[in-house]
């Protein structure tokens, strides 16, 4: 799979670019232990930090990056970010916008008199025809102070404008500074048909791999990881 960015020729030096989603893993991932103690098992146990699954969620897809540090007073919003003019018409100097408070009343995320932030796109992006991109929150990421609204847009076809991903501010309280490089949207391509799905009963050899392949996973640490899991570039743990 191509993903092909593109920005105005004004900004190239001035915006971080997308990065594959395993180079931006949290700190707290790294730092945190391998192993816990279980007072329910009175042993040593495993960790999300040796979870093929979680962590192959966060390293999936790419990243988009804040441009530019972001200042955030309990609910105001403020950066200084000196960059050119760019050339192309109608394009943003703002790395945030917002949504009103009505744009998102009838929906679960409406909170009255709170406006949605807008993270905006200095890139464009562009797959290869028949896939759109799914684009969701930073996975796991529940430390960062917003959640992103996941969103899925056809960029085989829509590749000359630049995506915008709507978010909503999680700690009104919050006085800090978000900063740059800070991943807000995480994304990846999908192909755009159907899926067929079909259902089926188990048969005598399903029946028996299901109970091997349970027992094995129950009684031997790693077995996805060592019988299952797919090659690709992985967290290491260091």
């Given at each position: 799979?191509?993903?092909?960015?593109?920005?105005?020729?004004?900004?190239?030096?001035?915006?971080?670019?997308?990065?594959?989603?395993?180079?931006?893993?949290?700190?707290?991932?790294?730092?945190?232990?391998?192993t816990a103690?279980?007072?329910?098992?009175?042993?040593?146990?495993?960790?999300?930090?040796?979870?093929?699954?979680v962590?192959?969620?966060?390293?999936?897809?790419?990243?988009?990056?804040?441009?530019?540090?972001?200042?955030?007073?309990?609910?105001?919003?403020?950066?200084?970010?000196?960059?050119?003019?760019p050339?192309?018409?109608?394009?943003?100097?703002?790395?945030?916008?917002?949504?009103?408070?009505?744009?998102?009343?009838?929906?679960?995320?409406?909170?009255?008199?709170?406006?949605?932030?807008?993270?905006?796109s200095?890139?464009?992006?562009?797959?290869?025809?028949g896939?759109?991109l799914f684009?969701?929150?930073?996975?796991?990421?529940?430390?960062?102070?917003?959640?992103?609204?996941?969103?899925?847009?056809?960029?085989?076809?829509?590749?000359?404008?630049?995506?915008?991903?709507?978010?909503?501010w999680?700690?009104?309280?919050?006085?800090?500074?978000?900063?740059?490089?800070?991943?807000?949207?995480?994304?990846?391509?999908?192909?755009?048909?159907?899926?067929?799905?079909?259902f089926?009963?188990f048969?005598?050899?399903?029946?028996?791999?299901?109970?091997?392949?349970?027992?094995?996973?129950?009684?031997?640490?790693?077995?996805?990881?060592?019988?299952?899991?797919?090659?690709?570039?992985?967290?290491?743990?260091?």
């Amino acid at each position: 799979m191509r993903v092909i960015f593109r920005c105005d020729p004004m900004l190239v030096e001035h915006l971080p670019r997308p990065v594959l989603a395993r180079g931006a893993l949290p700190d707290w991932l790294r730092a945190m232990p391998a192993t816990a103690y279980s007072a329910i098992h009175g042993r040593d146990i495993r960790t999300l930090k040796q979870c093929p699954p979680v962590v192959d969620a966060m390293t999936y897809g790419f990243m988009i990056l804040l441009p530019c540090d972001v200042t955030v007073d309990n609910g105001t919003f403020s950066w200084d970010w000196k960059i050119p003019d760019p050339v192309t018409g109608n394009h943003p100097r703002a790395p945030l916008s917002f949504h009103t408070p009505g744009q998102l009343a009838g929906s679960p995320f409406a909170t009255p008199g709170q406006a949605a932030i807008k993270f905006n796109s200095f890139w464009t992006i562009e797959v290869e025809d028949g896939w759109s991109l799914f684009a969701t929150h930073p996975v796991n990421r529940e430390d960062l102070p917003f959640r992103l609204v996941t969103g899925l847009v056809d960029c085989d076809r829509f590749s000359d404008g630049g995506i915008n991903f709507p978010a909503l501010w999680k700690e009104p309280e919050f006085c800090g500074v978000l900063a740059k490089g800070t991943p807000v949207a995480q994304c990846f391509a999908v192909p755009r048909a159907a899926p067929q799905l079909e259902f089926e009963a188990f048969d005598e050899k399903r029946q028996a791999a299901y109970a091997q392949t349970v027992a094995d996973v129950l009684s031997t640490p790693g077995v996805y990881r060592k019988r299952f899991r797919a090659r690709r570039g992985r967290f290491t743990g260091e």
